[in-house]
């Protein structure tokens, strides 16, 4: 139990479906990051929240669309997404952003587009 | 940030300490040193982190040599769950940015 929890676990969903992903977390913490895992790519870091404000948006598609309630629930809405989207999305927290505090991981979702 | 380098994979006897090792020869001076590991279809987990000192915590300790340009993650006494792949990385305290090289395959054998 990393206090970072992901629903769902797993996701297949079309091409021009429309879905979300959920992150919660029970530790405090004033930061929240979304990454993207496959094969090709081992890590890339997709999204950064600071207390609620996205201070990092790396270059990534407007197909995937954050929203950050609050300092413990992060969101990933998804629409239109391609088959290369299919990935293991990770949610993870910190202290504060920008720091040496470490980063705790849920578990992810694995995304199948078909 | 700095690169890592560290061994594809390892075997260590259940009972026996591990000692994964991590070479980091281009770190700068406000790079720390993290390591995570990740077991099959479970998200990383982090393990413990330095930046000049030896540290210890529940789960291992890390030596990081005097030049800092190497260090090692040392489990004292390996279980058959901590068989997984252990990542190094290096990452400056204003980075946010982790990225996972190939990292090292770690079997603990009964």
């Known amino acids: 139990e990393t206090g970072v929890t992901q629903t769902p676990r797993h996701l297949v969903m079309g091409m021009t479906n429309k879905k979300s992903l959920k992150c919660e977390q029970h530790l405090g913490h004033n930061a929240m990051y979304w990454y993207k895992q496959s094969a090709k790519k081992p890590l890339e870091l997709m999204f950064v929240?600071?207390?609620?404000?996205?201070?990092e948006n790396n270059s990534v598609p407007s197909r995937f669309s954050p929203e950050c309630p609050n300092s413990s629930h992060l969101f990933l809405h998804l629409h239109t997404l391609q088959p290369e989207d299919s990935a293991l999305y990770l949610c993870?927290?910190?202290?504060?952003?920008?720091?040496?505090?470490?980063?705790?991981f849920g578990d992810g979702t694995r995304l199948s587009i078909l | 940030d700095a690169k890592t380098t560290q061994p594809p994979s390892m075997d260590c006897a259940e009972g026996r300490a591990a000692n994964l090792p991590c070479n980091h020869s281009t770190i700068s001076g406000n790079e720390y040193v993290y390591w995570y590991r990740q077991i099959h279809s479970q998200g990383p987990q982090y393990i413990i982190h330095?930046?000049?000192n030896n540290e210890t915590n529940e789960m291992a300790s890390l030596i990081i040599t005097e030049d800092r340009k190497s260090s090692t993650l040392i489990l004292p006494h390996a279980t058959l769950r901590d068989t997984a792949v252990y990542y190094c990385?290096?990452?400056?305290?204003?980075?946010?940015?982790?990225?996972f090289g190939g990292g090292t395959r770690l079997m603990v054998k009964p």
């Open positions: 993870a927290s910190s202290l504060e952003s920008g720091s040496n505090q470490p980063q705790h």
């Open positions: 990385i290096v990452l400056n305290n204003a980075g946010n940015m982790l990225t």
């Open positions: 330095g930046l000049k």
């Open positions: 929240y600071s207390l609620e404000e996205r201070v």
